[in-house]
């Protein structure tokens, strides 16, 4: 029987970035992927802020951008506009890049890291025990692991297997998706409109391909199998947006109904669950893969960790209670942006739209919805009580002597960031801290509220801070220990500053 660390099952984006995460910490892992070969269609196409700032942390943002379009204007509603440009990140934007592009970075960044991508292998079969997880696969074969993550899509297998309830319920609007060319392209990069009939988006994928997406209420009876042609497309974008862009050629078209679900628990003993196998929603808002992504980045070092036997008590537990939270909150703003403009009350989806175009217009309530949408706002509860505010909270890409935070988290290792005006963490720490994390010195302005020392989690959220004072390189050694393993060593006494 084939053995290893971690088996991730499936090779979507979730699947493909857990991978590159567990062979950057230097995890044997293997995924297993149903499919032949990739697939060259795409859904998802909107890459949100904090995803950008996550790949940006792995070197991968810059690589993605080449690929896609920035948009820096959206348009929830008619007369409602959120303007990204403003906000406080290195990619005020939502980029356009179709999901294939994304998956094709992944796979290739796996690849290069080493892991091994197993395709046409279909597990149909799990049991466990305390210390291992077997597979058994299509067609006869078994693989086993110390853990598998099910990454494998909204109808996981995996989870069906564990025995995790995915509770919720099934959207009535069908959703009508082509691929299409245009003779008259929308001036906005990205195209919204919504009416008493429905709603219809033109997303460019910068190669002279469009995707047209429809949520058409006259086409709701519609079976899903019946073949969506491109006049059906052409005639819901004349009946809502009062324009059809010069529709020409199709080269692709889908319908489906969406779900809106989620996993009761994210894990069950050595098994786990990422991506849209945790949990399932409206594509209004594009957040699946997004969420995906950074399921995949929260629990990649964790179980990298648990592997090595140098998790703190409770860090696997933690990848639940961080991300189920965060599951719930997009299914509800999904749900809401469904609400608004598929609603069946006329009445009731303009005095959202009304109260939508208010909240936008007031900082104190425009920026927590920025936030929301494009995950720049999420921050994790403090593990336990009396922590420093920061705890728990994203990192900006502040300044350091040694390079940007976000390069200096590419290691994927913890990084400590010393803000003290001397320097004098690093100086007194860093013998003891030795090399299980990266010690930078930061070099920016002074910004009243910055902790003196601040230990940075590989995921870019805040593990630990402390103010300033002389138990601090003893704390941040003491901080690092805990998150980082190994055994103490006394920090050397303090320079006097
Ligand atoms: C129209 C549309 C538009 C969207 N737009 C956006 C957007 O703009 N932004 C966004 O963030 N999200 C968007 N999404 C959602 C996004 O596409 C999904 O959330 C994303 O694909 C989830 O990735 P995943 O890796 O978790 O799962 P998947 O992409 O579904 O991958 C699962 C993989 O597991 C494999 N698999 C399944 N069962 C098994 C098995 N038993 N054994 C082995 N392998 C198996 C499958 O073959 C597949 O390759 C959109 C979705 C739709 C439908």
């Not at 036997?309 to 639940?320: F, K, N, R, W």
């Not at 920025?370 to 403090?382: K, M």
């Not at 690092?480 to 006494?493: D, E, H």
Request: glycine residues 12%.
């Amino acid at each position: 029987m084939n053995s290893t660390d971690v088996i991730v099952v499936g090779a979507g984006p979730t699947g493909l970035m857990l991978a590159c995460e567990l062979a950057q910490a230097g995890v044997r892992c293997k995924v297993l992927e149903r499919r032949t070969a990739q697939p060259n269609i795409t859904r998802a196409f909107a890459v949100h802020a904090r995803t950008l700032e996550l790949l940006d942390a792995r070197g991968l943002a810059d690589d993605l951008l080449e690929r896609g379009v920035p948009v820096r204007r959206v348009q929830p509603a008619p007369g409602a506009v959120l303007d990204l440009s403003t906000l406080r990140t290195r990619y005020p934007m939502v980029l356009i890049v179709p999901q294939s592009g994304t998956e094709h970075l992944l796979e290739a960044r796996a690849r290069e890291l080493g892991v091994e991508i197993v395709r046409g292998a279909e597990v149909t079969g799990l049991r466990q025990d305390g210390r291992r997880v077997l597979l058994e696969l299509a067609g006869g074969g078994t693989e086993s692991a110390g853990y598998v993550v099910g990454c494998d899509g909204a109808h996981s297998r995996v989870r069906g297997l564990a025995g995790i309830d995915f509770a919720g319920k099934q959207y009535e609007t069908h959703i009508l998706l082509a691929d299409v060319r245009l003779a008259a392209p929308p001036e906005d990069s990205l195209f919204a409109w919504a009416n008493r009939e429905g709603v219809v988006l033109m997303v460019p994928f910068g190669d002279g391909w469009f995707r047209a997406i429809a949520w058409d209420r006259l086409r709701e009876q519609v079976p899903l199998d019946v073949p969506l042609p491109l006049e059906e497309m052409r005639d819901a974008f004349l009946r809502i947006a009062g324009t059809d862009f010069g529709m020409a050629e199709q080269r692709w078209s889908s319908r489906f109904r969406s779900e809106r679900r989620q996993a009761r628990r994210y894990r069950a003993g050595r098994v786990f669950l990422a991506g849209d196998a945790a949990h399932v929603h409206s594509p209004l808002g594009g957040q699946g893969m997004n969420t995906g992504l950074q399921d995949a980045m929260n629990l990649g070092w964790k179980l990298a960790a648990a592997v090595r036997g140098q998790a703190p008590d409770g860090l696997l537990d933690s990848y639940e209670r961080e991300r189920h939270r965060v599951g719930a909150q997009v299914l509800a703003l999904t749900d809401a942006f469904n609400r608004l403009v598929l609603g069946r009350s006329a009445l009731r989806r303009a005095l959202r739209a009304l109260t939508l175009r208010l909240v936008l217009r007031l900082r104190w309530t425009r920026e927590p919805l920025a936030g929301r949408l494009t995950g720049l706002g999420i921050r994790y509860p403090a593990p336990a009580r009396g922590a420093h505010p920061w705890t728990g909270r994203r990192v900006p890409d502040l300044r350091c002597a040694q390079g940007r935070l976000y390069e200096l988290l590419r290691d994927g290792r913890h990084l400590l960031v010393d803000t003290t005006r001397a320097g004098g963490v690093a100086r007194a720490a860093g013998d003891a801290i030795g090399n299980r994390a990266t010690i930078a010195r930061y070099a920016g302005p002074v910004v009243a509220g910055l902790p003196g020392a601040v230990l940075i989690r590989p995921d870019g959220y805040v593990a630990w801070a402390a103010e300033d004072g002389p138990e601090l390189p003893g704390q941040a050694v003491a901080a690092v220990v805990r998150w980082c393993g190994g055994p103490a060593r006394t920090p050397s006494a303090r320079p006097r500053t």
